[in-house]
């Protein structure tokens, strides 16, 4: 079952809500988003998806993914698909770093691998654990008081879990921020204030500070491991790590140092669903619980996350994501959709989609 053909696809994501907003006054309204399909020579044919969130948010952006691809396509001609370890090996090889850029194909080969044995990917990746997977809502950056109005409204379609967006260098209308959200929650609700490296050390502490009377993860208040640590050391609440998390030695590293409580697992950050397992079964044994997700994305990219997500046991599974239900494109059919706060992985064979040709348009480029 070998690689014959790499075909490539741009598709744009534009947000329902307009714009999305998170520290340092970073903002996007339309998502750049990469689609790849793999064609075998047995008839099989896989499809995966990358999306950074922007060029100014992790070390990875659009074109980046497909100038990527371009450079690491022939090197696959010919492999066999299924066998993703090897795979991996010849992405990395031809490519040193940048993981992103290989995330899509490694997702479009386990596609293909479900279908050959007739799996889904859960299943393949360690099973279904539950009926479900909870899912959280992130609010976008805004005023204290258009925050807070939007709780009732991400409730009313079933979300129970509030990741409000700070991270600016006015500590009080953080702390505002985060006064004013906990203010509309209910018994049940989780509020995370996600800062995505927004905050100098300083600032961090002042915002702890200022919120020890709510109940609120704080989530990646500094841009470098040892500040969030050194934050982390002086909080006595939950505490998230996002982007300092980008594979293995990280995670060993804030493990042995207790450095969090949560950690996001995002796909793309570590290169595709292969190494995102890894940094998932290594979260199992060590007992630390996560939020499975990526960068951003449309409906191939929300089923691989679902499939991550369904496969991990539920006690460990803190929250994921439905990027479907942010964007007004719909670039495949058979995605999970939210329901009432949750989704589940499809049953169908591979990630169980079909992507919709008259959204992809041609192919930008193809390898064979």
Same mark, same amino acid.
């Given at each position: 079952?070998? $690689? ?10 534009? @947000?329902k809500?307009?714009?999305y907003h ?13 689609? #790849? ?5 047995? /008839?099989?044919?896989g ?5 950074p @969130? %922007?060029?100014?948010? @992790?070390?990875?952006? %659009?074109?980046g993914?497909?100038?990527? $691809?371009? !450079? ?7 492999? &066999? ?5 090897? *795979?991996?090996? +010849? ?5 040193? /770093?940048? &993981? ?25 990746? %360690?099973?279904?654990? /539950? ?7 992130? *609010? ?14 991400? +409730? ?9 967006k ?15 959200v ?5 018994? /049940?609700?989780?509020? #995370?204030?996600?800062?995505n ?5 300083? !600032?961090?502490? +002042?915002?702890?500070?200022g919120?020890r009377? #709510? ?13 969030c ?8 609440g ?28 995002? $796909?793309?950050?570590?290169?595709g ?19 499975l ?11 691989? *996350?679902?499939?991550l ?42 990630? %169980?989609?079909?992507?919709?040709? !008259?959204? @992809? ?8």
């Open positions: 079952m070998n $690689i014959t053909r790499i075909s490539v696809y741009q598709v744009d994501l534009p @947000l809500e307009g714009s998170w520290s340092g006054g970073k903002s996007v309204s339309v998502f750049d988003s990469t689609v #790849v399909r793999i064609d075998t020579n047995d /008839g099989y044919t499809w995966g998806e990358v999306c @969130l %922007g060029p100014f948010y @992790l070390p990875a952006f %659009g074109q993914a497909r100038a990527g $691809i371009y !450079e690491i396509g022939p090197h696959l001609i010919g492999a &066999p698909a299924t066998e993703i370890a090897r *795979i991996n090996r +010849r992405m990395d090889v031809a490519l040193k /770093g940048h &993981p992103y850029v290989k995330s899509a194909i490694d997702m479009a080969c386990w596609d293909i691998l479900g279908k050959a044995a007739g799996m889904p990917v859960c299943e393949l990746l %360690g099973g279904r654990f /539950g009926e479900s997977v909870q899912l959280y809502r992130a *609010i976008s950056q805004e005023s204290p008081e258009e925050m807070a109005a939007k709780v009732s409204g991400y +409730r009313d379609e079933g979300y129970r879990r509030f990741q409000l700070v991270g600016c260098h006015d500590v009080d209308l953080d702390i505002a921020r985060i006064h004013a906990a203010a509309e929650l209910e018994r /049940g609700d989780i509020l #995370v204030a996600d800062a490296t927004g905050w100098l050390k300083h !600032e961090a502490l +002042r915002v702890c500070q919120v009377d #709510v109940d609120v993860y704080i989530e990646q208040p500094c841009a470098t491991y040892d500040e640590r050194a934050v982390r050391a002086r909080w006595d939950p505490f998230v790590l996002d982007e300092n998390i980008d594979g293995l030695d990280p995670l060993l590293r804030g493990h042995a140092e207790q450095a969090m409580d949560v950690v996001n697992i995002k $796909i793309s950050k570590f290169g669903l292969t190494k995102a397992r890894q940094a998932r079964d290594l979260c199992v044994e060590m007992g630390i619980a996560m939020t997700e990526d960068s951003w994305g449309g409906d191939i990219i929300t089923a691989a *996350i679902a499939h997500s369904h496969s991990t046991p539920e006690e460990l599974r803190f929250t994921a994501t439905d990027f479907n239900s942010y964007v007004t494109v719909s670039n495949a059919t058979g995605a999970p959709q939210r329901e009432n706060g949750t989704m589940k992985a499809p049953t169908e064979p591979g990630l %169980g989609i079909s992507p919709r040709t !008259e959204v @992809l348009g041609e192919a930008l480029f193809e390898i064979e």
